[in-house]
Nanobody, 117 residues
Framework: QVQLVESGGGLVQAGGSLRLSCVAS????????MGWYRQAPGKQRELVAG???????NYADSVQGRFTISRDNAKNTVYLQMNSLKPEDTAVYYC???????????WGQGTQVTVSS
């Protein structure tokens, strides 16, 4: 059974940084395309960053240049380094594997990121 456990969120002032972690069990992050998603109140969940099995990364325009996705295969963990945070980055952040744009597994509990102005 696949389990995804996100952590690292918190309250930070605008301009600050956070590093999110997603520990996966039941799947290998090294051979899956993994993504970080976020859902703000009243909005749909959106993909903000992805990393392919080959290490290719992609980002939503809104976070390009500020967020960095990476993974540690030995720890089976995916990270999201978030710098220069803005109030509009406030959301619950989740990770998941995806194929052709479709997520593959049940969502974890997510981790709340709140950016104050």
């Amino acid at each position: 059974q696949v389990q995804l456990v996100e952590s690292g969120g918190g309250l930070v002032q605008a301009g600050g940084s956070l590093r999110l972690s997603c520990v996966a069990s039941g799947l290998l992050v090294s051979i899956n395309t993994m993504g970080w998603y976020r859902q703000a109140p009243g909005k749909q969940r959106e993909l903000v960053a992805g990393i392919s099995s080959g290490g290719r990364t992609n980002y939503a325009d809104s976070v390009q240049g500020r967020f960095t996705i990476s993974r540690d295969n030995a720890k089976n963990t995916v990270y999201l380094q978030m710098n220069s945070l803005k109030p509009e980055d406030t959301a619950v952040y989740y990770c998941n594997a995806h194929v052709l744009g479709a997520t593959m597994y049940d969502w974890g509990q997510g981790t709340q990121v709140t950016v104050s102005s």
